[in-house]
């Protein structure tokens, strides 16, 4: 089965607006990084949490490794922020170093 | 300035040809990835590099192969394309030493017609 579970798949959101994007794992995990990528782009590392609560800007990530979680939290959203957000994770007792991604919320925040 | 950097940007081959995919580093990273992207099945592993001649397949090395000569230099290499490999390629790299923090180059789009 699919060890890395984002939702919602797709996400509308007006200026200004808060989002809360889910990644859930069926694995034991060893690390879990979020990326973020513009249409056509490449993939830009938001963020490395492998627990706990991380702060960047207007982000916020949340890890609860008991609960199998990971959030992204984006905060007062702009324009500028659509794109797809990914989450990857890196599960215990495998191939080392190899990250295993969800298929993404594209999330696309309108003026 | 940290950067993975992918040649070409965008290729067309016919079935058969062969195809390289090339990707440089400027961090020293030990580890090197290359990734593909498809709608509907997300990233996908093809090939691992722990380092210089240090190669493992990923999750569908089928129809792949790659060469790491020098530790900033990852090459992917398509024998005989076909056409179910026309896709988006993504290397990526990462210092290896516990962080996995992953530095993706910007992306080659392979059509295979």
């Known amino acids: 089965g699919q060890q890395v579970q984002q939702s919602p798949a797709s996400l509308v959101l007006q200026e200004g607006e808060n989002a809360e994007l889910q990644c859930n794992f069926s694995t034991s995990l060893n690390s879990m990084q979020w990326f973020y990528q513009r249409p056509g782009g490449s993939l830009v590392s938001l963020f490395y949490n492998p627990s706990g609560t991380k702060h960047s800007g207007r982000l916020t990530s949340t890890t609860v490794i008991k609960e199998r979680r990971s959030s992204l939290h984006i905060s007062s959203s702009q324009t500028t922020d659509s794109g797809t957000y990914l989450c990857a994770l890196v599960n215990t007792g495998g191939l080392s170093g190899k990250l295993t991604f969800g298929e993404g919320t594209q999330v696309t925040v309108i003026s | ?113």
């Open chain 2, 1 to 113: 300035d940290m950067k993975v950097t992918q040649m070409p940007r965008y290729l067309i081959k016919r079935m058969g040809e062969n195809v390289l995919l090339e990707c440089g580093q400027d961090m020293s990273h030990e580890t090197m990835y290359w990734y593909r992207q498809d709608p509907g099945l997300g990233l996908q592993l093809i090939y691992i590099s722990y380092d210089v001649d240090s190669n493992s397949e990923g999750d569908i090395p089928k129809g792949y192969r790659v060469s790491r000569k020098k530790r900033e230099h990852f090459s992917l290499i398509l024998d005989s394309a076909k056409t179910n490999q026309t896709s988006v390629y993504f290397c990526a790299s990462s210092s290896g030493t516990g962080d996995e923090r992953l530095f993706f180059g910007h992306g080659t789009k392979l059509s295979v017609l």
